[in-house]
T-cell receptor, first 113, second 112 residues
């Protein structure tokens, strides 16, 4: 089966600019996650979707981050405006449902200058 | 809240050496426990898991046993290869909301 697809793989922007990441989960997976992985740390959950509804966005900095999952399939994560501390790898994961093993994409590495 | 503490790296080994990465956790209830591996430039891959006390997860020569009495899930491999060079993450899944909590990761480098 095809894995979780993410794009772009790399992105370099200046602070205060905006950026968007895209994720296509494994077909049929109802649950989709966005994680932030800062260098030297484990992934931290930003937001979880169940189909096209938000289950948990308690760790999402809502003043600058936003995410959507229209039609319950693909998802986009946006940062506007970016700060230096947003430099990280942004990982998307999907699973058939809550409590099921999560499958991760290769991530988008974001560098803020 | 839930948390995972794993051995700090980096760890450098020679081929065929024995590898142990320590992992302990704090959680309410009985979480499921996981080891994920991240190869350079790639996302995380599930390496093995255990869902209840005394379960042993195993895969690709790696093993870890869910020890409830010591709240530990140490990863071991008897003879490592260069291809095992990666970052290893210990994680737990909360039994109530299934959220994954990760340790900080341990970088392992195996030299020929």
């Amino acid at each position: 089966e095809a894995g979780v697809a993410q794009s772009p793989r790399y992105k370099i922007i200046e602070k205060r600019q905006s950026v968007a990441f895209w994720c296509n989960p494994i077909s049929g997976h109802a649950t989709l996650y966005w994680y932030q992985q800062i260098l030297g740390q484990g992934p931290k959950l930003l937001i979880q979707f169940q189909n096209n509804g938000v289950v948990d966005d308690s760790q999402l900095p809502k003043d600058r981050f936003s995410a959507e999952r229209l039609k319950g399939v693909d998802s986009t994560l946006k940062i506007q405006p970016a700060k230096l501390e947003d430099s990280a790898v942004y990982l998307c994961a999907s699973s058939p449902g809550e409590g099921q093993p999560q499958h991760f994409g290769d991530g988008t590495r974001l560098s803020i200058l | 809240g839930d948390s995972v503490t794993q051995m700090e790296g980096p760890v450098t080994l020679s081929e065929e050496a024995f590898l142990t990465i320590n992992c302990t956790y704090t959680a309410t209830g009985y979480p499921s426990l996981f080891w994920y591996v991240q190869y350079p430039g790639e996302g995380l891959q599930l390496l093995l898991k255990a869902t209840k006390a005394d379960d042993k997860g195993s895969n690709k020569g790696f093993e870890a046993t869910y020890r409830k009495e010591t709240t530990s899930f140490h990863l071991e491999k008897g003879s490592v290869q260069v291809s095992d060079s990666a970052v290893y993450f210990c994680a737990l899944s909360d039994p109530y909301d299934y959220k994954l909590s990760f340790g900080a990761g341990t970088t392992v480098t195996v030299r020929a």
